[in-house]
């Protein structure tokens, strides 16, 4: 999934709710991504892609991947001897990432998959890596959301998981809170997204933090997870493994 993730429109949303707009959004879901990051997701999903140590020949996972870049991203680093699979409960975002996987062809297969993160329609130890960009924070079940990944997961395998974050430091946490108020809103605004995308703020004063997030992963069955902060405790990136020393 992009760079901005519009929150489900209650404090408890059900899968229903949540698939619902993602399908709606998906129309605009890229343009506003890009204007909205000042294009800047995109260095941020090529950090995750090298922090889950994917490699020539392996096969991937990217969950909830929305319209495709980050699973094409993946595609590159397993090379043309590898393969991804690219999973979403979107039906609309999943075939504006086959449309992109047109234009920009990848060097390895991309099976573009519907399925929910919370029930992955894979055997136990399939993946060699995954990833999954902006999709952990709109899970109606995080814990389980980890837990399958783990299961899918083959031993010694990592997943980078990208996402939001609260940062620490005041002035930080009041330059995002800005940003919300005044670009992020306004914008979705412009584009009939108000709705969807007014209750980013809140889904973020939900969303475990980093320490927080290891906690969850350890419970889930990983031996290894490390939180890395990025852009200043914007955002961040937790790496997560099961029998295999992160770097």
């Given at each position: 999934?992009?760079?901005?993730?519009?929150?489900?429109?209650?404090?408890?949303?059900?899968?229903?709710?949540?698939?619902?707009?993602?399908?709606?959004?998906?129309?605009?879901?890229?343009?506003?991504?890009?204007?909205?990051?000042?294009?800047?997701?995109?260095?941020?999903?090529?950090?995750?892609?090298?922090?889950?140590?994917?490699?020539?020949?392996?096969?991937?996972?990217?969950?909830?991947?929305?319209?495709?870049?980050?699973?094409?991203?993946?595609?590159?680093?397993?090379?043309?001897?590898?393969?991804?699979?690219?999973?979403?409960?979107?039906?609309?975002?999943?075939?504006?990432?086959?449309?992109?996987?047109?234009?920009?062809?990848?060097?390895c297969p991309i099976h573009w998959t519907l399925g929910?993160?919370?029930?992955?329609?894979?055997?136990?130890?399939?993946?060699?890596?995954?990833?999954?960009?902006?999709?952990?924070?709109?899970?109606?079940?995080?814990?389980?959301?980890?837990?399958?990944?783990?299961?899918?997961?083959?031993?010694?395998?990592k997943a980078a998981i990208l996402d939001f974050h609260?940062?620490?430091?005041?002035?930080?946490?009041?330059?995002?809170?800005?940003?919300?108020?005044?670009?992020?809103?306004?914008?979705?605004?412009?584009?009939?997204?108000?709705?969807?995308?007014?209750?980013?703020?809140?889904?973020?004063?939900?969303?475990?933090?980093?320490?927080?997030?290891?906690?969850?992963?350890?419970?889930?069955?990983?031996?290894?997870?490390?939180?890395?902060?990025?852009?200043?405790?914007?955002?961040?990136?937790?790496?997560?493994?099961?029998?295999?020393?992160?770097?």
């Amino acid at each position: 999934m992009g760079f901005v993730q519009p929150s489900p429109p209650t404090v408890t949303p059900t899968a229903t709710e949540v698939q619902a707009i993602f399908n709606r959004i998906a129309p605009v879901y890229d343009d506003l991504n890009q204007q909205l990051s000042l294009g800047l997701h995109q260095v941020w999903k090529r950090m995750a892609v090298r922090w889950s140590g994917a490699k020539a020949g392996d096969t991937g996972l990217d969950l909830c991947c929305g319209s495709g870049d980050l699973a094409i991203m993946l595609a590159r680093q397993v090379g043309p001897t590898g393969r991804v699979y690219g999973v979403d409960f979107s039906a609309e975002l999943l075939a504006a990432a086959r449309d992109r996987s047109q234009r920009q062809p990848p060097v390895c297969p991309i099976h573009w998959t519907l399925g929910d993160a919370l029930d992955l329609p894979f055997a136990d130890h399939t993946f060699d890596a995954a990833t999954m960009g902006y999709g952990l924070r709109n899970l109606t079940d995080i814990p389980q959301g980890l837990a399958e990944l783990r299961r899918v997961l083959k031993p010694g395998a990592k997943a980078a998981i990208l996402d939001f974050h609260r940062p620490q430091e005041g002035w930080i946490a009041q330059f995002q809170q800005w940003y919300l108020d005044t670009v992020v809103v306004p914008m979705a605004r412009q584009m009939g997204l108000t709705d969807e995308y007014a209750y980013i703020a809140p889904s973020l004063d939900r969303f475990p933090v980093g320490p927080e997030q290891v906690a969850l992963a350890r419970q889930a069955g990983f031996t290894q997870a490390v939180h890395y902060p990025i852009t200043g405790g914007l955002m961040g990136v937790l790496v997560v493994s099961h029998g295999h020393e992160l770097v």
